[in-house]
């Protein structure tokens, strides 16, 4: 049986951004609340049956360790998109009701990426490299307008850009 190389998922390359002290902090955060459920709650005289109180121990450990790890991801995803860190942070600790982490997941600014000829960090939406004038997307020969990787023809003025199955080629860059 041959095991293929699977490519990486957003998703997966998402959680490994979270720091290892967010899955330690989550690990802590879950066998608290198993020991708050099985041995202290254990204690009380109206204490629900064991089965009951194994499940919620289980609820509310996942849910809290998943809390702390959402906490962790904002941590380290605010500092790579070039927000306060710290801020950003806090809020999503201390406002209530996981709201904080909501309000990051709605304020939160795009991720930037980098130019591919001189890595510098570019804006979402740019055309151009800011320091090298590097074509970031391929554009139409004639009129220089921006086109879309499969077109055949350009959308503004009729031009074919390329054989088919081929990509507009970039423009060249200056001297």
């Known amino acids: 049986m041959s095991i293929t190389h699977q490519p990486s998922t957003r998703f997966r390359d998402e959680i490994r951004t979270i720091s290892p002290w967010a899955y330690a902090f989550a690990a802590l955060g879950f066998l608290a609340f198993q020991f708050l459920f099985l041995v202290m709650v254990a204690k009380d005289h109206n204490a629900p049956s064991l089965p009951i109180r194994v499940l919620l121990g289980l609820l509310g450990g996942v849910l809290l360790g998943c809390y702390i790890l ?14 306060s860190r710290w801020l950003w942070t806090l809020i999503a600790i201390f406002v209530p009701n996981g709201l904080g982490v909501v309000l990051y997941f709605v304020l939160r600014k795009p991720s930037s990426t980098c130019c591919p000829q ?58």
């Open 70 to 83: 959402l906490i962790g991801y904002v941590n380290k995803d605010a500092s790579r998109r070039g927000m």
């Open 118 to 175: 001189c890595n510098a960090t570019l804006d979402p939406g740019f055309s151009f490299c800011p320091r090298c004038r590097y074509h970031l997307t391929p554009v139409c020969p004639r009129c220089q307008r921006s086109v879309s990787a499969g077109d055949k023809f350009c959308p503004y003025c009729g031009e074919t850009l390329a054989s088919s199955g081929q990509t507009p080629a970039l423009p060249s860059q200056p001297a």
